[in-house]
T-cell receptor, first 114, second 115 residues
Framework: QKEVEQDPGPLSVPEGAIVSLNCTYSNSAFQYFMWYRQYSRKGPELLMYTYSSGNKEDGRFTAQVDKSSKYISLFIRDSQPSDSATYLCAMSFISNFGNEKLTFGTGTRLTIIP | NAGVTQTPKFQVLKTGQSMTLQCAQD?????MSWYRQDPGMGLRLIHY???????DQGEVPNGYNVSRSTTEDFPLRLLSAAPSQTSVYFCASSYNSGLNTGELFFGEGSRLTVL
C-alpha cells in the first residue's frame, strides 16, 4: 500500500463549478500538508501549505486537513480554464534524525471545460 | 531571477551511455534535490543536498551520482543508462534544509528516453 493515495482522474468539470480534490494517507506521522499545481510540460509549483488539522483559504482555493481520518482535500471555487492542470498532494514529517521526509501523491489531472 | 534552470530539456540515450543532467539555481538556496516523475508513481526523490559538499541518497538512488561543489549547482549523473531510467527528471531547491518544511521550487524538467 502506498503511503499517499490520490485518484489520478482525469477529472473534467464545467467552468464555474466547485472542484474537490482529495488524498488519503496511512502514516500518522505526517504533520505538514501541501498542494502543488503542475501545468503540462512544467515543474510543480506550491499552491497551498497547511500544518496539522484544519482549513486554510487563499482566494478561490481552500485546503482542508482531517488528521483523524488521514484525509486531505483541496477545493477550488468558481473554477476557471486556467485551473486546468495536474494537482499533486504532498505531505511530510521530521524524522528522528532531524531531516524531513516528503512524500508526493501521484497527482490528479483536472480539466475545466469553458 | 531565473529560479531553477535545468538542461537539457530533452535527451535520448542508448543503453549503457552516461550523461549529466545540469541544475542551477540563483536563489541562494541551501537545499537542492533531484526527483524523477513516472506515470502512476508520483515524484520520487533520487538524491538531495543540504549544502555545498553535502549530499545524501533519497528513495531511488541506484544508477545515479551527484555532487555539490557550489551552492548554485547540483548536477545529476547517470553512470550507465538503462531503459528503466526513462523518465522526467526534476531538480528542486528550497531555502529550508529540513527542520521545517519549506516551499520547493522546481525546474521545468528534463525528459530522458533510454533506448
Amino acid at each position: 500500500q502506498k503511503e499517499v493515495e490520490q485518484d489520478p482522474g482525469p477529472l473534467s468539470v464545467p467552468e464555474g463549478a466547485i472542484v474537490s480534490l482529495n488524498c488519503t494517507y496511512s502514516n500518522s506521522a505526517f504533520q505538514y500538508f501541501m498542494w502543488y499545481r503542475q501545468y503540462s510540460r512544467k515543474g510543480p509549483e506550491l499552491l497551498m501549505y497547511t500544518y496539522s488539522s484544519g482549513n486554510k483559504e487563499d482566494g478561490r482555493f481552500t485546503a482542508q486537513v482531517d488528521k483523524s481520518s488521514k484525509y486531505i482535500s483541496l477545493f477550488i471555487r468558481d473554477s476557471q480554464p486556467s485551473d486546468s492542470a495536474t494537482y499533486l498532494c504532498a505531505m511530510s514529517f521530521i524524522s528522528n534524525f532531524g531531516n524531513e521526509k516528503l512524500t508526493f501523491g501521484t497527482g490528479t489531472r483536472l480539466t475545466i471545460i469553458p | 531571477n531565473a529560479g531553477v534552470t535545468q538542461t537539457p530539456k530533452f535527451q535520448v540515450l542508448k543503453t549503457g551511455q552516461s550523461m549529466t543532467l545540469q541544475c542551477a539555481q540563483d536563489m541562494n538556496h541551501e537545499y537542492m534535490s533531484w526527483y524523477r516523475q513516472d506515470p502512476g508513481m508520483g515524484l520520487r526523490l533520487i538524491h538531495y543536498s543540504v549544502g555545498a559538499g553535502i549530499t545524501d541518497q533519497g528513495e531511488v538512488p541506484n544508477g545515479y551520482n551527484v555532487s555539490r561543489s557550489t551552492t548554485e549547482d547540483f548536477p545529476l549523473r547517470l553512470l550507465s543508462a538503462a531503459p528503466s531510467q526513462t523518465s522526467v527528471y526534476f531538480c528542486a531547491s528550497s531555502y529550508n534544509s529540513g527542520l521545517n518544511t519549506g516551499e520547493l521550487f522546481f525546474g521545468e524538467g528534463s525528459r530522458l528516453t533510454v533506448l
